[in-house]
């Protein structure tokens, strides 16, 4: 594999990137919403919701979680997931930003 050279990209590039890869997967897509939908913490029934085996649904949450997308909490023997609110923003804001200048940009464009 090939030296990364991601050190030629913005810091906002590479954030946006990695955030993009870590929502690149339909389950992860169907956690979020599922988690935004209940906005509360969830637990155990994510299981039953998705449809996918318990160390599946496991591995998405880490993935969402290490980019901080989610957080845990312990209770009893269970971990409970929500949306972080404040990085949610964050992602969302650049996200939008990235949109907006890409449709700045289309629109004043004659391209075919």
Known sequence: ???????????????????????????????????????SCICNDLV??????????????????????IQGSIEGTSICYCIDPKVWERYKKLFFEFFVDINKVESSSKCC
């Open 1 to 39: 594999m090939g030296i990364s050279k991601t050190d030629l990209f913005t810091k906002k590039q590479n954030e946006l990137a990695n955030i993009a890869k870590a929502m690149g997967h339909p389950a992860r897509i169907a956690i979020l919403q599922h988690l935004v939908k209940a906005n």
């Open 48 to 69: 039953g919701e998705l449809g996918l085996a318990q160390p599946t649904i496991s591995q998405h949450l880490k993935e969402l979680k290490q980019m901080g997308l």
